[in-house]
């Protein structure tokens, strides 16, 4: 094993020790901690970006862009390639499935007129298929790798031309726990996903050349010991449009504002427990939250470090997530994730997704969906079909 592979085990040992005491001390870090130092570290990024002088929902195409986009699929799939055998695979980001669970999403009625788009043109309740996961890129016991869940949410029964032609029913929305992504920019991505492949990620944010202090300090503030995928608000990190010419961020924010708790020693599984046992007893709200773009240098569409103010636009609810009381069947929601592929750009032109990290989804997503279902001999299928 080389140093920077040592180096790379050391810190993340570290990281797994800090996940046991993480619940004890998180509620004292959110109040005191969190606040400060994510104002210093969004002033520093800040600091550090010029202004490009682009216009409300307007993106910029970099040279050599789609070849970035291209190189990140093809890393991606080779990492999926030698992880898993065939009938195995699992997919190269939010990786490890806690469940699938089906769901209503209802869109409010009396909404202003400039959110009215897409989806949110009329009120109406939408059936939905909700996957909850892991970061990955592998799935090991939930304890070492929790600190940034994952939530993918497929609306079925969509009417209207859509992006892509392979779901002509479906609009899916995706988040996560934090509310920058990883890389600001796809660039970056590429050479985290190199780090990934050379087993040694953490180095990606400590590197001397390229170091990313402050996506590392971003990533830390939020990730944290989750006790339930049901209890975690998760963000949308990139824009999309809301009709032309504006761009939003969404959110997804549980009702459930408690914390839960988390046994000294959970098991492997402990988030999917917990899951199937909340559903087991009641039914779980989200509440669905866009912001609008007001500023398009201060609230960026190409650099997903940047947190946009809530003081310059607040989130508005616009929908509600209902996840109503299931069984969960294990056997069945695990086969019917791998057959479910989510991508923002399952979507309404209305809601096309923005920025380069975006851009570059929709040839990764794509690519590497593909390759898992090719794999595990699992071709796509309509998701209407198992509503």
Known sequence: MSARRRLNDGILAGVRLERRIDPYVRPLLDRA???????????WVNARRRDEHLGLAEERT????????????RQMAQFVEREYAPGQAQRAGNTKTYGVVHGEYTVHGG???HLRHGVFRHPATFRAWV??????????PD??????LSIGVKLLGVDGRKLLDEEPHSQDFTGITTPTFTTPNVVENLRLQQHVYDGTPVLYFLGPRHPHLSDMVMQAL???THSSPLLARYWSCTPCLLGPGQAVQYSLVPRDRSRGSVPWHPPDDYLRRALVTALRERDVLFDFLVQLQTDAHRMPVENASVVWPERLSPFVPVATLRLPRQEFDEKGQFALADRLSFNPWHALPEHRPLGNQNRARRTIYHQLSRLRQ????TPREDPDQYS
Not at 33 to 43: D, E
Not at 131 to 140: D, I, K, S, V
Not at 143 to 148: H, K, P
Not at 374 to 377: E, I, P, R
């Open 374 to 377: 090719s794999m595990n001999g």
């Open 62 to 73: 970099q040279p050599g862009e789609r070849a970035v986009a291209e190189a990140i699929a």
């Open 111 to 113: 909404l202003p007129a």
């Open 131 to 140: 996957r909850f996961a892991g970061p990955g890129p592998l799935a090991p």
């Open 33 to 43: 901690v969190l606040p400060p130092v994510q104002a210093l570290v969004q002033w």
């Open 222 to 224: 939020y990730a944290r």
């Open 143 to 148: 304890l070492d790798d929790n600190g940034v």
